[in-house]
C-alpha cells in the first residue's frame, strides 16, 4: 500500500530564508507524487506534481520538488519565503494511473517577518 | 472558471443528529470525491464517484454515511446519526477524468461539529 510521512509537524523560517518540507513515500510500485497547500479557511490547491517524467518538478509560487528513488524522498523546497507561504503543506502519493490520494500528515509552516 | 462549491461552510448539531453536506464540482468533471479531514490530519477519501456511479467507497462506514450523486453533476453526502467522532471538515473535490494523475481540484469544505 501506498503511504507518505511527513517528517515534520511544523517548521518555522523568517521571510526571505529557504524552506524546506521534507516527505518521505512508500510504494510497492510507481507513484505519482503531489504537493497540496491548504490556507486557512481555503480549500487544497496543488502546488505540484510528478508523475514518472522529470525528477525535478516546478510547480506555482516559486516552489519547487525533487523525487528521489534511491531516497524514497520527495522534498519541497523554495528559495526565499514570502509572508503568504504560510499554511498547511500536504505531501501525496497515489499509485500512477489511479486517482485515489493518500495525503500525509501534514506540515504547517510559520513565516516571520 | 468557477471552483468547487460546498454549503453549508459551518454547521453544528448534536449526536444522533443527522446532517448532509452538499457540493457542486467543477463544469465537466466527471470525478467527484468526498473527503474527511480530522483536525490535525490530512484528508481521508470516503467516496470517489465516476458520473453517477461509485468506483471507491471501501473507507466509507456506511452504517451512518451515505452519498449520491444523482445525474452525475451535484453530490450530497449524509450521516445519520452523528457520532461526536464525526467532527470534522468535509471536503468535496472533482477531477476531469478517472484513471490517471489527474489533478483534483478541492471546495473550501464544511466544517462540523458534533456536541
Known amino acids: 500500500a501506498q503511504s507518505v510521512t511527513q517528517l515534520d509537524s511544523h517548521v518555522s523560517v523568517s521571510e526571505g530564508t529557504p524552506v524546506l518540507l521534507r516527505c518521505n513515500y512508500s510504494?510497492?510500485?510507481?507513484?505519482?507524487l503531489f504537493w497540496y497547500v491548504q490556507h486557512p479557511n481555503k480549500g487544497l490547491q496543488l502546488l505540484l506534481k510528478?508523475?514518472?517524467?522529470?525528477?525535478l518538478v516546478k510547480g506555482i509560487n516559486g516552489f519547487e520538488a525533487e523525487f528521489k528513488k534511491s531516497e524514497t524522498s520527495f522534498h519541497l523546497t523554495k528559495p526565499s519565503a514570502h509572508m503568504s507561504d504560510a499554511a498547511e503543506y500536504f505531501c501525496?502519493?497515489?499509485?500512477?494511473?489511479?486517482?485515489?490520494?493518500?495525503f500525509g500528515t501534514g506540515t504547517r509552516l510559520l513565516v516571520s517577518p | 472558471e468557477a471552483g468547487v462549491a460546498q454549503s453549508p461552510r459551518y454547521k453544528i448539531i448534536e449526536k444522533r443528529q443527522s446532517v448532509a453536506f452538499w457540493c457542486n464540482p467543477i463544469?465537466?468533471?466527471?470525478?467527484l470525491y468526498w473527503y474527511q479531514q480530522i483536525l490535525g490530519q490530512g484528508p481521508k477519501l470516503l467516496i470517489q464517484?465516476?458520473?453517477?456511479?461509485?468506483?471507491?467507497d471501501s473507507q466509507l462506514p456506511k452504517d451512518r454515511f451515505s452519498a449520491e450523486r444523482l445525474k452525475g453533476v451535484d453530490s450530497t453526502l449524509k450521516i445519520q446519526p452523528a457520532k461526536l467522532e464525526d467532527s470534522a471538515v468535509y471536503l468535496c473535490?472533482?477531477?476531469?477524468?478517472?484513471?490517471?494523475?489527474?489533478?483534483?481540484?478541492f471546495g473550501p469544505g464544511t466544517r462540523l461539529l458534533v456536541l
Open positions: 473535490a472533482s477531477s476531469y477524468l478517472a484513471g490517471g494523475p489527474e489533478t483534483q481540484y
Open positions: 510504494s510497492s510500485y510507481s507513484p505519482s
Open positions: 510528478y508523475t514518472s517524467a522529470a525528477t
Open positions: 501525496v502519493v497515489s499509485l500512477t494511473g489511479f486517482q485515489k490520494l493518500v
Open positions: 463544469s465537466g468533471h466527471a470525478t
Open positions: 464517484f465516476q458520473n453517477n456511479g461509485v468506483v471507491d
